[in-house]
């Protein structure tokens, strides 16, 4: 998830993928993990933030705050482009995020196990698959989020050289879409490959210049993570 204590050469941000209906940090699975990670801050506070900063920029846009408090974060950057099924449900007047992204940097007294390079947190609102009705649309939307955390996390940086803050240089992946909020049928190499998709898309369309994209691979059989995209680049 995040570099130990003086590892890493890198600043980097790392994604979590959060909760598409409410955008808190914790409840089940890696976003339970990063509120462990993120112990030293008030991580109750993520999801009025998160909230509020989509309640204030219109959608389709991108937009920065920054907090004085610094915790739990010194600024954060929306994405605010909800998926198709996500305004839908919205119009009808439902609470759905899903689609929208936002990087959240940390001030340095709060950055994990005390370690500058470990600078930020990609949080998105990730597709359920059990929303969809089709394979192709939620793979399609699965896509779109990582395009969406690109363009977080390029804002961001655009906004940090002029304030002379720290740029993300890395980013470390997680797979998204692809337990709690998977599709049955839809195999982890299809998500892989929607995920890693989405991505390239975002950094063709934004020019952001990541020196690194750092995608875990699995040795089990049941969780092959980025097995996948690792395979295809080899071929």
């Known amino acids: 998830m995040y570099y130990g204590a003086g590892e890493g050469s890198l600043v980097i941000a790392s994604l979590n ?5 409410a955008l808190y940090v914790g409840g089940g699975g890696i ?3 990063f509120q462990r990670a993120l112990s030293g801050q008030d ?4 999801q009025t933030d998160h909230q509020a900063l989509a309640k204030s920029t219109p959608v389709g846009q991108t937009a920065t705050q920054t907090y004085s408090s610094a915790d739990p974060c010194a600024s954060m950057t929306i994405c605010n482009k909800p998926v198709a099924l996500a305004l ?5 007047g439902r609470t759905d ?3 929208v992204a936002f990087l959240d940097a940390f001030g340095d007294a709060l950055c994990p196990k ?4 470990n600078r930020a947190m990609a949080y998105v609102a990730p597709p359920l698959g059990s929303a969809y009705t089709d394979d192709a649309s939620f793979l399609s939307d699965v896509s779109l989020v990582g395009t969406h955390a690109i363009e977080a996390l390029h804002a961001h940086n655009q906004w940090a050289e002029a304030q002379n803050a720290p740029v993300i240089e890395g980013l470390r992946m997680c797979m998204y879409s692809s337990v709690i909020y998977g599709r049955e049928g839809v195999s982890q190499d299809s998500i892989a490959l929607a995920i890693f ?3 390239q898309t975002g950094l063709i369309q934004t020019g952001c210049k990541l020196a690194e994209l750092q995608m875990p691979v699995g040795s089990e059989a049941n969780n092959p993570y980025f097995a996948a995209v690792q395979n295809k680049l080899a071929s």
Do not use: L, Q
């Open 43 to 46: 991580t109750s506070a993520y």
């Open 197 to 199: 998709a989405g991505i």
């Open 114 to 117: 005390g370690n500058p390079n």
């Open 97 to 99: 995020y899903t689609g």
């Open 88 to 92: 839908a449900a919205v119009a009808a």
């Open 31 to 33: 976003n339970s993990g």
């Open 17 to 21: 993928a959060g909760n598409s209906g």
